[in-house]
């Protein structure tokens, strides 16, 4: 690897970093870009190939995952959308759809035994949401490659 490559990635890093901490805070693309003293487009490029989602992408999937935790906790789904920094329910409640594959508040309504029974560092890495279409596609290509190798 390049050095400029490598001083890249730990420029990456400070941003994803601040996306990890400040994820209830307002962040947008120009803002991570500058935490990474890049521009706003090469940041994004650079982002993606190095963690495989925009930017904006994996700040959502924080909070999302945050917002999982706390309507565990049974916080309402309006309270859980603005303590992660959400602004507009509706946009919230898609992208959490989206991830999670239920609704909000079906997920806040189910019972989370599981989920309590885990020490906290497993429970975050267990119930971390994923893109449903990202793991339907590599399951069809796992899939793919066990039939073609039988």
């Known amino acids: 690897m390049r050095p400029e490559e490598l001083a890249d990635l730990a420029h990456l ?3 994803r970093d601040l996306i990890d901490r400040a ?3 307002p962040l947008d693309v120009p803002a991570m870009a500058q935490h990474a003293l890049m521009s706003p487009a090469h940041f994004s490029r650079r982002f993606r190939a190095a963690y495989g989602e925009t930017p904006y992408s994996y700040l ?3 909070r999302i995952e945050r917002a999982m935790a706390l309507l565990r906790a049974g916080m309402s789904v309006t309270g859980a959308c603005m303590a ?3 602004t507009s329910l509706g946009s919230f409640s898609s992208r959490f759809t989206e991830l999670v594959g239920e609704t909000p508040s079906a997920y806040r309504a189910r ?3 599981a ?3 885990m020490p906290t560092c497993v429970a975050k890495a267990r119930t971390r949401p ?3 279409a990202a793991a339907t596609s590599s399951s069809r290509i796992g899939e793919a ?6």
């Open 23 to 25: 994820y209830a805070e």
């Open 111 to 113: 019972a989370h035994p």
């Open 145 to 150: 490659g066990r039939a073609g190798a039988a």
């Open 60 to 62: 959502m999937t924080r």
């Open 13 to 15: 890093r400070r941003a």
């Open 84 to 86: 992660v920094g959400c």
């Open 130 to 132: 994923t893109r449903k």
């Open 115 to 117: 989920v309590t029974a």
